[in-house]
């Protein structure tokens, strides 16, 4: 991963922030907030989306840099647009002749089929009432959280994986990723990773 991360690939320089965040693989000693933030930064700068909204997360809450939130929520939006023109993009090249948004009405939302045009909508767009397909998660989260969740992965007890269906990132050692302060009960690798399933 960091071979890849030198030659400037994104997700390696991503992963490397939040294993940094986190202190993956070692004791909560080993954590390095700045050399997360830096990594973001710099995953960020190519353009990774889930970097930028973590580093706008960080910059909100004071998280490894020091406290800018009008900076973290400038950032917060731009990776949301970022986001948009992805999804839109992707659906463009997927159908030419399809409406890209439709607008849900209140009435849709209250139909017996709420729950399966939820099921589909990218849930931080769906907050602006649009009806995006949700973009593909990576081969490698699937390849994560089915391998662990199927048995053949066998995760130490006490260790648990990422909340966020789309990430499979694993502890490497317990209480390593940060419980959501709402519910209680679940846990995320990553402010990111927490955004996207909040709903």
């Known amino acids: 991963m960091a071979k890849a991360a030198m030659k400037s690939h994104a997700p390696a320089l991503y992963s490397l922030a939040v294993i940094q965040f986190n202190g993956s693989g070692?004791?909560?000693?080993?954590?390095?907030?700045?050399?997360?933030?830096?990594?973001?930064?710099?995953?960020?700068?190519?353009?990774?989306?889930?970097?930028?909204?973590?580093?706008?997360?960080?910059?909100?809450?004071?998280?490894?840099?020091?406290?800018?939130?009008?900076?973290g929520r400038r950032l917060l939006i731009q990776a949301n647009a970022r986001e948009l023109a992805?999804?839109?993009r992707a659906v463009a090249r997927s159908s030419p002749s399809a409406s890209l948004l439709t607008w849900r009405t209140l009435s849709n939302q209250s139909s017996p089929s709420a729950a399966s045009v939820s099921a589909a909508v990218c849930p931080l767009l769906s907050d602006y009432?649009?009806?995006?397909?949700?973009?593909?998660?990576?081969?490698?989260?699937?390849?994560?959280?089915?391998?662990?969740?199927?048995?053949?992965?066998?995760l130490r007890n006490g260790l648990r994986l990422c909340a966020h269906i789309g990430c499979g990132r694993p502890e490497t050692r317990p209480h390593e990723f940060r419980r959501c302060s709402v519910c209680g009960k679940v846990n995320y690798c990553s402010r990111g990773c927490q955004a996207l399933d909040w709903k």
């Open 129 to 154: 009432g649009y009806s995006v397909a949700v973009p593909e998660v990576q081969p490698a989260n699937w390849f994560l959280r089915e391998w662990f969740e199927s048995g053949r992965g066998v």
């Open 26 to 71: 070692g004791t909560k000693g080993d954590k390095d907030l700045r050399a997360g933030v830096a990594l973001c930064a710099r995953a960020s700068l190519l353009g990774h989306i889930d970097a930028l909204r973590e580093l706008g997360h960080c910059l909100q809450d004071g998280y490894g840099v020091r406290q800018n939130v009008a900076e």
């Open 86 to 88: 992805f999804v839109l």
